[in-house]
């Protein structure tokens, strides 16, 4: 229940966002059905029907009161599965630790990345990740980073020449 409600809100949200940033692109003319901004258009149309579609399932299930055979509503069936899943978060400190440092890290490394550079910043960024995830090998910590700067250096910079904000390289 909860997912599908949260699931539906973002659907409309995101197809509030590509309806108003599609229409503000140009048309081709007056003759032109499928313009530029026709399959941003279709996207938003098919998210608002599936939006509507699945939040009018879950109240329809909630007001109809039984979910099932079961003796237990379908609302109190939900409520009961979140309870044990904010139970089984508050558990696993560990993985609740990684959820919200990996995302902000990726949030730094980006920020980074300019004014440190790739390879300062990229090294970090592969080190930091790899400690939380729970790697100890110090060979790793090293070669890893290291090969991943190479690869992008070689494969980016010089073969296909894309502009990577380097340091040292």
Not at 4 to 32: C, D, K, R
Not at 69 to 96: D, Q
Not at 137 to 164: D, E, G, N, T
């Given at each position: 229940m909860i997912g599908n409600v949260i699931t539906s809100v973002l659907l409309l949200?995101?197809?509030?966002?590509?309806?108003?940033?599609?229409?503000?692109?140009p048309m081709l003319g007056g003759l032109?059905?499928?313009?530029?901004?026709?399959?941003?258009?279709?996207?938003?149309?098919?998210f608002t029907v599936t939006?509507?579609?699945?939040?009018?399932?879950?109240?329809y299930r909630v007001i109809s009161g039984k979910y099932g055979t079961e003796e237990m509503s379908y609302l109190h069936?939900?409520?009961?599965?979140?309870?044990?899943?904010?139970g089984k978060i508050g558990s696993n400190m560990r993985g609740l630790f990684r959820m919200i440092f990996i995302p902000a890290f990726m949030i730094a490394y980006g920020i980074a990345l300019?004014?440190?550079?790739?390879e300062i910043s990229t090294w970090i960024f592969l080190d930091a990740t790899m400690l939380i995830c729970g790697e100890k090998k110090w060979k790793?910590?090293?070669?890893?980073?290291?090969?991943?700067?190479a690869f992008v250096y070689l494969v980016f910079v010089r073969f296909l020449r894309v502009s990577v904000p380097m340091q040292f390289l």
């Amino acid at each position: 229940m909860i997912g599908n409600v949260i699931t539906s809100v973002l659907l409309l949200i995101a197809s509030v966002y590509i309806y108003f940033e599609s229409i503000q692109m140009p048309m081709l003319g007056g003759l032109a059905v499928a313009g530029p901004s026709f399959f941003p258009l279709c996207c938003a149309a098919f998210f608002t029907v599936t939006a509507v579609i699945l939040m009018g399932t879950e109240i329809y299930r909630v007001i109809s009161g039984k979910y099932g055979t079961e003796e237990m509503s379908y609302l109190h069936r939900e409520l009961y599965k979140v309870a044990e899943l904010k139970g089984k978060i508050g558990s696993n400190m560990r993985g609740l630790f990684r959820m919200i440092f990996i995302p902000a890290f990726m949030i730094a490394y980006g920020i980074a990345l300019r004014p440190v550079g790739f390879e300062i910043s990229t090294w970090i960024f592969l080190d930091a990740t790899m400690l939380i995830c729970g790697e100890k090998k110090w060979k790793r910590l090293f070669f890893i980073p290291a090969a991943a700067i190479a690869f992008v250096y070689l494969v980016f910079v010089r073969f296909l020449r894309v502009s990577v904000p380097m340091q040292f390289l």
